[in-house]
């Protein structure tokens, strides 16, 4: 029996994104903001282990290579089993190590990891030398990279003499350690007193990381073919299934986890989430937080954008105005913005209202109803205009920059192809409404942010994004189609109209934000999952 349930102390997370190291969505924020807010308590040691890919510059931020305690003065190294089938093969590691904000942060170093120049899929920098590595193509070798990582950081808590209280597992990549922990011998008794977590930020068909060859899944992972088998969704061995057995699961918003669960989108998922409740395994909600700091539009020196206001405060929106005007004036052709390349023009006039939307190019974020409703707008509504910011599938970014370039649109659509923190600040701030057409959304982070610089969502009401209050904090709409989400921007429209509607909207947002989804208030349920997870040691 473990003994002290509830004394949560030493937690470690493995994730193969963190917020200013390396990321593609989301999940880079979520993993930083819940590490530093349980960092942040006295008593608590929080540890983040990630790759090292090539575009990480250790040295320039600030790591350096972590000493093997055996051995002052000497860097550690070891080695991972990592059979491929019916060939016997391992893999070195090398560890980067950073003291950021209480937390320990540790880059596994190895060539795997270092040889790609970015998360999840291969560059136009990688495509030129190897024609075969398609940009925007996912890496060839995903499983055996997501099975090196869970490896290489069990071995390290090893190697440190570590036993966490927690491990928590962030989505498919790190979601079969739960099994290798509890399975095989040497992790089995060394990890006996950790409670296992895994959370699944998106349950969508291409992030299980699940894979169809169960020979090399066996091989390559160590566990035993009974229970690759036992855990297949379809014909795949499936990491979140096996996660079910043997962790406690949990995804990024209440509504999400009931959809998987309890409706017919979880077709979305490729029914995993009815796979898991067949097996008795019930899906835990806990909505992702936020941290208002790092989105305070009261300092324009940290956030990047034109000029400081308060959302709060009725007598300070000039500054508002200003950051307005700013992001018009440089897409009017008079500014440069940097990392991303413009499409289209905006005329500058304040006056008029101008809806944002920043996000990922893919059928996943409605880019196609988005697309449909824009023309609508725009050939209906002669005040509408509308900035763009993302980059993503060849088709979308396609009929993006044909919108932008229309014609009979130019002063009223821009398309700004790329990403950049700071642009995406500028707008946030600039915007008077924010387009949020996502098929389905596990959480939503944008719909926050974009609220803390007061800029009034209009979502489809699906997943985590019910947390909009329709007519309150946002404009909501129910169903998938260009008719709904067009009625929903009319709405906005005539609220434009009457400037105490907007303040009144703009200050409820984030009121609701800051009395309800801080990471303060989110880490404690967290810690409830955490006293679970260690309570199922019993």
Same mark, same amino acid.
């Given at each position: 029996?473990?003994?002290?349930?509830?004394?949560?102390k030493?937690?470690? /997370?493995?994730?193969?994104?963190?917020?200013? =190291?390396?990321g593609a969505?989301?999940v880079?924020?979520?993993?930083?903001?819940?590490?530093?807010t349980?960092?942040?308590?006295?008593g608590?040691?929080?540890?983040?282990v /990630?790759?090292?890919?090539?575009?990480?510059?250790?040295v320039d931020?600030?790591?350096?290579?972590?000493?093997?305690?055996l051995?002052?003065?000497?860097?550690?190294?070891?080695?991972?089993?990592?059979n491929?089938?019916?060939?016997?093969r391992q893999?070195?590691?090398?560890?980067?190590?950073?003291?950021?904000?209480?937390?320990?942060?540790?880059?596994?170093?190895?060539?795997?990891?270092r040889?790609?120049a970015?998360?999840?899929?291969?560059t136009?920098a !990688?495509?030129g030398p190897?024609?075969?590595?398609?940009?925007?193509?996912?890496?060839v070798?995903?499983f055996?990279?997501n099975v090196?990582?869970?490896?290489?950081a +069990?071995?390290?808590?090893q190697?440190l003499h570590e036993?966490?209280?927690?491990i928590h597992?962030h989505?498919g990549?790190?979601?079969?350690?739960?099994?290798?922990?509890?399975?095989?011998d040497?992790?089995?008794?060394?990890f006996?007193?950790?409670?296992l977590?895994?959370t699944?930020h998106?349950?969508g068909?291409?992030y299980?990381?699940?894979?169809?060859d =169960?020979p090399?899944a066996? !091989?390559i992972t160590?566990l035993?073919? !009974?229970t690759? +088998?036992?855990?297949?969704? %379809?014909?795949?061995?499936?990491?979140?299934i096996v996660a079910?057995r043997?962790?406690v =699961?949990?995804t990024?918003?209440?509504?999400?986890a009931r959809?998987?669960?309890?409706t017919h989108?979880?077709? =979305?998922?490729?029914?995993?989430?009815?796979?898991?409740?067949e097996m008795?395994?019930?899906?835990?909600?806990?909505?992702?937080?936020?941290?208002p700091?790092?989105?305070?539009?009261?300092?324009p020196? *940290?956030?990047?954008?034109?000029a %400081?206001?308060? $959302?709060l405060?009725?007598?300070?929106v000039g500054?508002?105005?200003?950051? *307005?005007?700013?992001?018009?004036?440089?897409?009017?052709g008079?500014g440069i913005?940097?990392e991303?390349?413009?499409?289209?023009?905006l005329?500058?006039?304040?006056?008029k209202p101008l809806f944002?939307f920043i996000?990922?190019?893919n059928?996943?974020?409605?880019?196609?109803?988005l697309?449909?409703?824009?023309?609508?707008?725009?050939?209906?509504?002669?005040d509408?205009?509308?900035?763009l910011?993302?980059s993503?599938g060849?088709?979308?970014?396609?009929?993006?920059i044909a919108?932008?370039?229309?014609?009979?649109?130019?002063?009223r659509?821009?398309?700004?192809? %790329?990403?950049?923190?700071?642009?995406?600040?500028?707008l946030?701030?600039?915007?008077?409404?924010?387009?949020i057409?996502s098929r389905?959304?596990?959480?939503g982070?944008?719909?926050?942010i974009?609220?803390l610089?007061?800029?009034?969502?209009?979502?489809?009401s699906? %997943?985590?994004?019910?947390k909009v209050?329709?007519?309150?904090t946002?404009?909501?709409?129910?169903t998938?189609?260009r008719e709904? /989400?067009?009625k929903?921007?009319?709405r906005?429209?005539?609220?434009y109209a009457s $400037?105490e509607?907007?303040?009144? /909207?703009?200050?409820d947002?984030?009121?609701?934000?800051r009395?309800?989804?801080?990471?303060d208030?989110v880490?404690?349920?967290?810690?409830?999952?955490?006293?679970?997870?260690?309570?199922?040691?019993?």
């Open positions: 029996m473990i003994k002290d349930q509830g004394s949560i030493n937690i470690w /997370m493995l994730t193969r994104e963190y917020a200013g =190291l390396a969505g989301g880079k924020d979520v993993v930083k903001q819940l590490a530093c349980l960092a942040r308590w006295n608590r040691s929080v540890s983040v /990630m790759p090292r890919y090539g575009l990480i510059q250790a931020q600030g790591f350096e290579p972590l000493q093997d305690p051995q002052p003065g000497v860097n550690l190294e070891f080695a991972v089993t990592m491929y089938t019916d060939v016997e893999e070195t590691f090398g560890v980067w190590h950073k003291k950021i904000n209480r937390m320990n942060v540790y880059l596994l170093e190895a060539q795997r990891f040889e790609k970015d998360v999840y899929t291969y136009p !990688e495509e190897e024609p075969w590595k398609k940009q925007g193509m996912g890496h070798d995903y055996a990279m090196l990582l869970q490896k290489g +069990l071995a390290l808590m190697l036993r966490p209280d927690i597992c989505d990549h790190t979601a079969i350690l739960p099994a290798m922990i509890r399975e095989i040497g992790f089995r008794h060394y006996r007193g950790t409670g977590i895994v699944i998106n349950a068909t291409g299980h990381q699940d894979v169809a =169960l090399f066996r !091989e160590g035993s073919r !009974e690759i +088998l036992e855990n297949r969704l %379809g014909e795949n061995f499936d990491p979140l079910g043997y962790a =699961l949990n990024v918003s209440e509504n999400y959809e998987l669960q309890e989108d979880d077709h =979305l998922t490729g029914w995993l989430g009815h796979r898991l409740a008795g395994i019930v899906l835990q909600g806990v909505t992702n937080g936020i941290d700091a790092d989105f305070d539009s009261r300092r020196e *940290k956030t990047g954008i034109a %400081g206001y308060d $959302p405060d009725d007598q300070d500054g508002k105005r200003n950051c *307005k005007i700013s992001i018009l004036q440089k897409l009017s008079n913005l940097p991303v390349r413009q499409f289209g023009h005329n500058a006039d304040p006056d944002t996000g990922r190019l059928q996943q974020k409605g880019v196609d109803i697309i449909s409703s824009i023309r609508y707008m725009l050939h209906h509504h002669e509408f205009r509308v900035a910011l993302g993503g060849a088709w979308e970014e396609d009929q993006m919108l932008a370039e229309q014609r009979g649109n130019r002063g659509v821009c398309f700004l192809r %790329g990403f950049s923190p700071a642009t995406a600040n500028q946030y701030a600039a915007g008077d409404f924010f387009l057409p389905y959304e596990p959480c982070l944008t719909d926050y974009a609220q610089f007061g800029n009034i969502p209009i979502v489809h699906v %997943g985590g994004l019910v209050l329709d007519g309150k946002g404009f909501t709409y129910k998938n189609s709904d /989400m067009v929903a921007i009319a906005a429209m005539a609220c $400037p509607c907007v303040r009144r /909207m703009q200050r947002s984030v009121t609701q934000i009395e309800n989804h801080t990471w208030k880490m404690k349920q967290y810690l409830q999952l955490y006293k679970k997870a260690r309570q199922e040691l019993m």
